[in-house]
């Protein structure tokens, strides 16, 4: 693979090109263009300087540095989550909105996660959706657009950075929030089903990574069930645009 670095402060403009089997990386200070009906294309496109003209450009990767924790996973006493992995849809920022992209990473303890994408475009809105293997689904309060190729969101501090205001405070110090924990089929809310299900899990001691775990110990116990039949009873549920 070859790999192609701009570095100093310079702008390149393009008619069309391709580079098979390489990685253009535009540093900061680099700004480049492309012109209408032209096209840079490589397997992996890094954007940190800036891009104009109205051609287009293949294989750039997007960054998104989102921030979220996950009710169940967190502890208020630590300030730390249990890692884990999530999975996030960029999702058109009008109906019926289709999803764009999507891909997987991991929410470290500190709630970050750093998710890449292929087909997003800058400055066009998209809806940041997070889904997670027991937790109820959860939208960005409203859409968000990349710039330069990197989108940074924030979930945990305040519950109207997400749809709805679909978010529980789960620590008082500092103030912080997570998306529900407790859906452990997955079908948008928080009922008697999940907690069946978790409760059945609890009796045959089941363990491991398992979707009625909910607190990310890898083991279904009693607690598991607190937390999911006290969402249940709240009737929680997922609220989408």
Known sequence: ???????????????????????????????????????????????????T???????????LNL????????????????SDTVKVY?????????????????LNSSGSGTFTFSYPVNGVNYFIVIRH??????????PQQFSASVLSYNFTTANTQAYGNNMPNI???????????GDANHNGIVDLTD???????ASTFTNGYVS??????NITDLSDIVITSNNASAFVAKIVP
């Not at 003209?53 to 960054?63: A, E, N, P, R």
């Not at 110090?173 to 924990?181: L, T």
């Not at 907690?195 to 899990?201: I, T």
């Open 67 to 82: 921030t979220a924790f996950i009710e169940g996973f967190y502890n208020p006493s630590s300030n730390i989550m249990v």
């Open 1 to 51: 693979m070859k790999t192609f670095t701009f570095i100093i402060a310079l702008s390149i403009t393009f008619t069309s090109v391709t580079f098979c089997q390489s990685v253009l990386n535009y540093q900061t200070g680099t700004s480049l263009e492309v012109q209408t009906g032209a096209s840079v294309c490589a397997d992996n496109v890094i954007m940190n300087g800036t891009f």
């Open 133 to 142: 293997r027991n937790s109820i689904e959860t939208w960005s309060k409203n």
């Open 171 to 181: 620590d008082a110090s500092p103030v912080r929030f997570g998306i529900y924990s």
């Open 212 to 217: 009625s775990d909910m607190n990310g110990d």
């Open 53 to 63: 003209g109205g051609g287009t450009i293949c294989g750039l990767f997007l960054t």
């Open 195 to 201: 907690v069946v299900n978790v409760s059945n899990a």
């Open 90 to 106: 960029l999702q058109n920022a009008t109906a019926p909105y289709a999803v764009i992209d999507s891909t997987k990473s991991t």
